[in-house]
């Protein structure tokens, strides 16, 4: 059972993703052309956002929408310490200083209390991951943060998830997208994006994403790069795009049957809740890599998303928020993910949940 499998996306959609890719190529334009242009209306609109910026990753995404909301040198960032890294990482190619903050243990979400604590003068944004496709609360993260201090979600594992307010990309200031290939949203190869409701913040986007040129070649603001999504990439996802939501609603299914084959066992592993996308089917267990080590004798393949916190990273220097990370800390002892991607079989999903209610 392997943990994920992205030539299947490929092989359901063969020949319009080759037609799509044919079409390009002999267009002759290959950056910024009318596929991009398009895929960045159809994307806006997916997000429930006035804007969305293509970019050249996920991580692209969050360090430009950083420096678009203010980070730079003597600026500060929070972000949770159990998301992987990408927005510490990010922050600190900005410039900024990274401040961890902890999450909520049941969740393993951003704790709102926690984020607001971490948050000092030189706090210009707090960046709230929608972890595993599960929507974070942003109103109440906002409600608890201090005035000014802008709100950037990742929802590089969420595209499509919502909470009662809205779509997850368009509750902050900024949103985060990246359609890595195992992404609910995947390009073959690199790609990301930005949403945002702000003029102002679309335009010092789209200068940031090409060299900061206010108009061609004039650099009229700092800190530009050249991040683009391809033409190639932008082409192949407007083929996906349609089938997100029918992917993301099998996904969630997926997340499901786990929960109710989990009952019962030592594994903790919650249905989706209502709005979330089932990216990854995250559970914990008290001997993590046992029942790891178990599965795959069993023959299914699992991963840890993620087992090291952002303070321990070996060559990451961030700083640990006034509450501490202890849920943090336990999240990354515990935490597995089984495979879980739209296209599994309904046989290989009871095999996978055989071999839970076995192993666990
Ligand atoms: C994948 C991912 C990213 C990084 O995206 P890339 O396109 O690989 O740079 C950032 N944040 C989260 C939560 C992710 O899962």
Same mark, same amino acid.
């Given at each position: 059972m392997p943990f994920n499998e992205t030539v299947r996306e490929y092989l359901l959609l063969q020949s319009e993703l080759e037609a799509a890719a044919l079409r390009t190529l002999r267009?002759?334009?290959?950056?910024?052309?009318r596929e991009h242009s398009a895929f960045e209306v159809e994307l806006a609109t997916t997000v429930g956002a006035a804007h969305a910026v293509g970019v050249a990753s996920g991580t692209d995404a969050l360090e430009l929408a950083l420096r678009a909301v203010g980070a730079g040198p003597g600026a500060e960032v929070v972000t949770a310490?159990?998301?992987?890294?990408y927005a510490a990482t990010a922050a600190l190619a900005a410039g900024a200083d990274v401040v961890v903050a902890d999450v909520? &243990? /049941?969740?393993m979400l951003l704790d709102p209390e926690s984020a607001a604590a971490a948050c000092?003068?030189?706090?210009v944004a707090v960046v709230v991951t929608h972890l595993y496709g599960r929507a974070a609360d942003v109103t109440a993260l906002r409600a608890a943060l201090p005035d000014g201090v802008a709100v950037v979600e990742d929802c590089a594992q969420s595209i499509g998830a919502r909470t009662a307010d809205g779509s997850c990309g368009s509750l902050g200031d900024v949103g985060t997208f990246s359609f890595?290939?195992?992404?609910?949203?995947?390009?073959l190869g690199d790609g990301g994006a930005v949403t945002c409701s702000s003029d102002e913040f679309a335009e010092r986007l789209r200068a940031l994403r090409q060299?900061?040129?206010?108009?061609?070649?004039?650099?009229?603001? &700092? /800190?530009?790069?050249?991040?683009r999504l391809d033409e190639l990439q932008a082409a192949l996802l407007r083929v996906k795009l349609p089938h997100l939501a029918g992917w993301n609603a099998r996904r969630r299914e997926i997340v499901a049957e786990y929960a109710r084959a989990a009952e019962g066992t030592e594994l903790v592993l919650h249905p989706p809740a209502a709005?979330?996308?089932?990216?990854l089917a995250v559970g914990r267990h008290p001997r993590r890599d046992e029942f790891a080590a178990r599965l795959a004798e069993a023959g299914v393949a699992t991963a840890v998303?993620?087992?090291?916190?952002d303070h321990r990273q070996p060559a990451l220097t961030v700083r640990v928020g006034p509450t501490g990370a202890e849920a943090v800390e336990q999240a990354c002892a515990e935490v597995v993910s089984l495979p879980c991607f739209a296209l599994l079989t309904d046989a290989e999903v009871e095999a996978v949940c055989a071999a839970v209610r076995r192993c666990a």
């Open positions: 267009s002759g334009w290959y950056v910024h052309g310490g159990n998301a992987g890294g909520d &243990p /049941g969740t000092t003068p030189r706090t890595y290939p195992t992404k609910n949203l995947g390009a060299y900061g040129w206010s108009e061609r070649y004039v650099i009229g603001i &700092p /800190g530009g790069r050249n991040s709005g979330d996308v089932g990216h998303h993620y087992p090291v916190p």
